[in-house]
């Protein structure tokens, strides 16, 4: 009942579904398996970027056939200057040793970069092998920083995206669809 009454507020509120469950199904498939290619014969440690990256990160990891390790990090920004400062607070560290191993940053979405271009150099930085980034979205137009984005789900146009982990308000990471807030 509680979550009819959050879908029912969502459609009222947000435009409807761009990708569905099924389309997000396939394309978590599709970079299982590049993921699988790209790595083929090593291990790799999943890193999930909490919270947004919950539910891609579930998608991402039961597709990979692989020895795999998983952890997950929390971080956040220093206020609203920081898309340009590019500071970036860790609220829950790795608890996994990162050295000598082949990374993969698992986000929700890549807008100005501002984080993951921290966090690729903060684990550089504790020695792994590699630095991949595997993102459910991406939005290029709130570029500010030149990033390498790896693998891709989809890319999305600059508006504010919610669902299927992503947030407004702490609201809407519940929907099973990635939509968008309707703009006036
Ligand atoms: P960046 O550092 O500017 O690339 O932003 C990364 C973080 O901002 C993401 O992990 C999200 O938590 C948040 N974010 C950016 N764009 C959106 C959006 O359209 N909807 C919800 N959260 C967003
Ligand atoms: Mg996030």
Redesign the pocket.
Known sequence: EVFEGIQKKAQEVYDNANATQEEINAKAAEIGQQIEKDFAGEEVVLIG?LR?AVLWMGDIMKNVNLDMVIDFMAVS?YGAST?SSGVVKINKDLDTNISGKNVIIV??????????NYLKAYLQNHDAKCVKICTLLD?PE?R?VDIDVDYIGFT?DD????GYG???DQKYRNLPYIT?LEQE
Do not use: A, N
Not at 107 to 116: A, M
Not at 159 to 162: D, E, G, L, P
């Open positions: 970027i947004g920004s898309k986000e929700d979405i890549v807008d100005s970069g501002t984080t993951l939005k709130g500010r999305v508006r504010f995206i919610v992503l947030d407004f968008y």
